[in-house]
């Protein structure tokens, strides 16, 4: 009870406090006297507090070659990742690398996007994709979301477009051409073949005196670049993918005059039987090293063929189309890569900075210094330290009226395995040409 | 006051079945029965899975119809069955050297026949690719070297080599487990009965064939069980090594699992793919269980 007092005292002190009168205003009465014409100046200090920027990782995925520069500039992975950094501090760009096979590439993005797995923002984009991952929506259309396309080539945009929707930022674009040694060719007075006869021709005739060089070299492991030598030589013979109809046509009379060429190369000896073996990078190693007369290749080795500390053959090459016979077509095979965003990214938004910094100038310039061409963003091949990065990038003007696509279809990984499969059993001597092109045919006839 | 839990034996039982049952529900009855789901739609990726049309058996029907899955099953067996055999006797020839041997040597014989077994199989078929490597192989140099041939082969290319070359490299891994598998069975065997054989004036061979091979017959077919089954659903090494080639000499049943599902993204047929692939080689496991359970004493 004695612990409650106080409390009850301050309580009535209180309340008698507020019953109590109160005090009583006293009036005045005073005249103001007030200028009519007054400048108030009001400074108001407004203090606001911004929210950091929340601190996010985006993942790139892409192969072991975004970490590699050809050129005198950093690897591609670098400059993304500074050109990022210098932007957007608070985002920080990882890479998954891909596998080096493009059909593993293709079949890890396969598994991670149709899981609708986040891990992935930004991936790297192969040219015979497109279809299909624009009709499985495996891409986010960018068409609205990158300001930067302005500045690319229509052509380049194109290529990793499905349906309308820009699906991919161009960061390297390819095409195939034969590459020869122009010392052999001047010593034997050969001109630069324009008919496969006159590359078989020039090949036996060199190789008869140096034993120990290859004739003509090229990927024919059973892997993608087996695919584009087979279109080069399909439409060198005159044939085609597709019939009007739609109906496959590799089996027609010129698509198997192709194949048989390509078995007989081997088995004449113009080509050594261990390009059954090899992928892209043992064939230009052969070449490179000075041990073959001509290459099947993509253009982009133009950045360092001549190159003496990586290069044995230096200034002593030459690029040309890839022959045909008469009633065919030279035809060089495109490729390429763009990134894609992944639709089930965890943060679009970060996803789509990040790919707006490698659609600029400044990300593409170090794209064309490290890997050389060909890139799409206009203007760069006037740039000098891009010029002089690529001295050799005139060489591909030979080649580039003669771009062919690989066959087009949303089923393309199918198709292309097929293609793999029928074409290396008939250089590998497992199937006759004719046999193993229509069994080719009625399997890709048979797809959806 | 504490009360203490008692439980009967099969309430133990469970208690200890549970976790285990758990895990193989969530991680293989359930794919299965996902997969023997998917087997009858015709789903891929652009499918729209809750609306994705009913093919009942048809899926079964085109792996029927497909000639790749026919020669690819051919191959199976017979990679399978060669390769099963060499491991088999390459492993009991290992498991018995550890027993040879004095026991100091023992454990370091056992170390190194352990080693490929640890190695993971796409490592190894890197680790062969470049062996087998024309170019820079070191197989080839060796049999140039050796005046054996005039130029490297084309282990991984020439059809007459590929599928020698892969199930080599298989069996170079595998017969470590069956070693290890075999060493448990011979480590059962009672000296005193050898001893006696010895005494009796049994040779090496019989006593290898009338005492050692009867008293481990139950491990043998155990060992065969799971490097049959494994065999079958060979992968990894094959794909890494020929990716199926030359052509599609190589090509195994669980490739055609793959590639549909993941390369191509036809989860309807992939998934019929992978379940006759299961129902074969369960049809092979009951079949040796069979044989197997007349050797097997269980605790009554």
Redesign the interface.
């Known amino acids: 009870m004695a612990k409650r007092v106080p409390i009850i005292l301050i309580t009535l002190t209180l309340i008698l406090a507020a019953c109590g009168p109160a005090p009583t205003p006293e009036i005045m009465e005073r005249t103001v006297e007030v200028p009519v014409e007054q400048t108030v100046e009001v400074t108001t200090v407004v203090e606001q507090t911004v929210a950091p920027e929340e601190e996010t990782d985006v993942t790139l995925a892409y192969g072991r070659f975004i970490n590699v520069s050809f050129g005198p500039g950093p690897a591609p992975f670098e400059a993304i990742k500074n050109a990022v950094e210098e932007q957007y501090p608070n985002i920080d760009v990882q890479l998954n690398m891909t596998p080096d096979s493009s059909s593993a590439w293709h079949d890890s993005l396969a598994v991670w996007i149709s899981a609708e797995d986040p891990t992935v923002d930004i991936y790297g984009m192969d040219t015979p994709w497109v279809k299909e991952f624009g009709s499985a929506e495996w891409a986010v259309p960018l068409n609205d979301k990158i300001p930067e396309f302005d500045n690319y080539a229509q052509s380049g945009l194109d290529v990793f477009s499905h349906e309308g929707n820009r699906l991919g930022v161009p960061v390297w674009g390819s095409i195939s051409g034969l590459f020869y040694r122009a010392d052999l060719l001047d010593e034997y007075g050969f001109e630069p073949p324009k008919t496969f006869d006159d590359l078989v021709e020039a090949a036996e005739t060199i190789t008869a005196d140096n034993p120990e060089l290859s004739g003509f070299v090229w990927p024919g492991g059973k892997e993608e670049s087996l695919v584009m030598v087979w279109a080069s030589m399909l439409y060198g013979f005159g044939g085609r993918y597709f019939e009007d109809d739609g109906d496959c046509a590799f089996n027609s009379t010129e698509g198997i005059a192709a194949v048989t060429f390509m078995k007989d190369l081997i088995d004449s000896g113009v080509s050594p039987r261990e390009v059954t073996a090899w992928d892209s990078e043992a064939a230009r190693t052969r070449f490179a090293e000075g041990n073959a007369v001509f290459l099947w290749h993509n253009v982009d080795i133009v950045t360092w063929l001549d190159d003496e500390e990586r290069s044995g053959i230096a200034g002593q090459w030459g690029l040309i189309p890839t022959p045909a016979q008469p009633g065919g077509r030279h035809s060089g095979v495109t490729g390429g890569f763009a990134f894609a965003i992944n639709p089930y990214t965890d943060d679009m938004d970060a996803a789509v900075k990040v790919m707006r910094v490698i659609a600029s100038e400044e990300v593409q310039k170090a794209f064309a210094i490290a890997w050389g061409p060909v890139q799409y963003y206009q203007g760069l091949y006037n740039d000098p330290e891009v010029l002089e990065a690529n001295p050799n990038a005139d060489a591909m003007n030979a080649v580039l009226d003669t771009a062919l696509n690989r066959p087009p279809s949303e089923d393309y990984a199918q198709v292309s395995t097929i293609i793999q499969e029928e074409i290396h059993s008939v250089i590998t001597g497992i199937k006759p040409v004719e046999t193993a092109l229509n069994d080719a045919c009625s399997r890709v006839d048979a797809l959806d | 006051m504490r009360q203490r839990l008692r439980l009967r034996e099969p309430a133990v039982a469970v208690l200890f079945i549970v976790p285990a049952f758990i895990g193989l529900a969530v991680f293989f009855y359930y794919p299965i029965g996902q997969t023997m789901i998917f087997s009858l739609f015709d789903l891929d990726?652009?499918s729209d899975w809750l609306n994705a049309p009913f093919v009942g058996l048809g899926n079964y029907l085109d792996v029927m119809k497909s000639?790749q899955f026919w020669l690819s099953l051919r191959f199976t067996f017979l990679f399978s069955a060669v390769s099963v055999f060499l491991q088999f006797w390459i492993g009991l020839g290992m498991a018995m050297a550890t027993f040879a041997v004095v026991p100091r040597l023992r454990g370091v014989l056992r170390a190194i026949i352990i080693i490929p077994w640890a190695i993971p199989q796409i490592v190894q078929a890197a680790m062969w690719k470049w062996l087998y490597n024309?170019?820079v192989g070191l197989i080839g140099d060796l049999l140039v070297r050796a005046g054996l041939v005039g130029r490297p082969p084309?282990f991984?290319?020439?059809?007459r080599l590929a599928m020698g070359a892969v199930i080599f490299a298989y069996v170079w891994k595998t017969a470590s487990v069956t070693s290890i598998f075999l060493m448990g069975g011979l480590a059962m065997v009672p000296d005193h009965l050898i001893d006696a054989a010895k005494v009796d004036g049994a040779r090496t061979w019989m006593r290898f064939w009338r005492i050692t091979v009867p008293l481990i017959m139950p491990t043998i077919l155990v060992t065969l069980l799971f490097r049959t089954r494994d065999a079958l659903r060979a992968f990894d090494i094959i794909y890494g090594l020929?990716?199926?080639?030359?052509?599609?000499?190589t090509d195994v049943l669980s490739s055609f699992a793959y590639?549909f599902y993941?390369?191509?993204?036809e989860y309807g047929l992939g998934s019929a793919y992978a379940l006759i692939t299961f129902v074969l080689i369960l049809a092979l496991s009951l079949f040796y269980l069979k044989r197997i359970q007349p050797h097997l004493q269980f605790r009554s």
Do not use: N, S
């Open positions: 990726h652009t000639r024309t170019d084309l991984l290319a020439d059809p020929t990716g199926g080639g030359p052509g599609t000499q590639k993941f390369g191509y993204v």
